[in-house]
């Protein structure tokens, strides 16, 4: 069964209700296979899963795409119910704000902060950005008051930020991070693929391809960093990379030589298009 709830009003009292286990999943939206499968997770874990769906205004910076971030709340319902039927008896409730209002309610002034990760790698490149992610999901997490909640790795940086945010404010919320679901040929699925041309899209399996391509160089050996920044500095020759880095996958320092676990982190830009992705690797 799929519950619609327009208003947070309706949704706490909704809430009130429950007596289970509750997985949330918080999406803005425009929903492809990547979201379904945080969805379906939930459903597996969860006797009933909480799924928002809110383009929160607080994480777009003035010059971002707010006003044009494709907002298809049909299409998702679709997607959403399809997925429930192969989950018999688990109930979902969309959470989809009729206006932003109901989140952010006139003169709400609550930020929540996460400084560790707030100003570094992304976060240069999206003033507060990161700001406005912890923001809606504590309100979010205020209002659901979820056991579990999932999120893609997709946007690594995004998670590290959740993780740490519940571990500061002692949230008893579980976090649970899920594999990048990509298309066959590597790119990684985001509602923004739909703004590339075809030539573009081919372009883009450079980012996949480049991650990749210096995990395999790497191959696991911590010896190998060194000569693998020299690698990267080759590739970010061509001016599309805004970022392409190696950073401790725990802490996103840049110190890497106390490190176990490492994340490649990039973003390449096709036109206005920016395009993230990364991928974590173990080092001995
Ligand atoms: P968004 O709607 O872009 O805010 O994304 C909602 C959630 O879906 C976030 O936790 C994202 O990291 C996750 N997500 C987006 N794209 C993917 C993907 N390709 N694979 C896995 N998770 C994803």
Known sequence: MVKLIRTTNELISCRDQEKERIGFVPTMGNLHAGHISLLEKAL??????YFSIFVNPKQFGPSDDFQKYPRTLEDDLELIQKCNSNFEGKKIVVFAPEKPQEVFPLNYSQTVAVPTFNNIVEGRFRLN???GVATVVYRLFEIVKPHNAYFGLKDYQQFLVIRQMVKDLAM??????????RETTGL??????QYLSTEQKQEALNLYQ???KISNFIDGKKAKL??????????????????LEMRDAETMSEDLTKS???TLVAVYQLGSTRLLDNLQLEVK
Not at 172 to 181: F, K, L, N, T
Not at 231 to 236: A, K, P, Q, Y
């Open 210 to 212: 480049s991650l990749l």
């Open 172 to 181: 008893p919320i579980e976090i649970i991070g899920m594999p990048i679901i």
């Open 129 to 131: 950005h990161f700001d």
């Open 188 to 193: 990684a699925l985001s509602s923004r693929n």
């Open 226 to 243: 060194a000569m693998a920044k020299k690698e990267i500095n080759t590739i970010l020759l061509d001016a599309k990379w805004n970022y």
């Open 260 to 262: 176990s676990r490492i």
């Open 44 to 49: 597996r874990d969860n006797d009933v899963v």
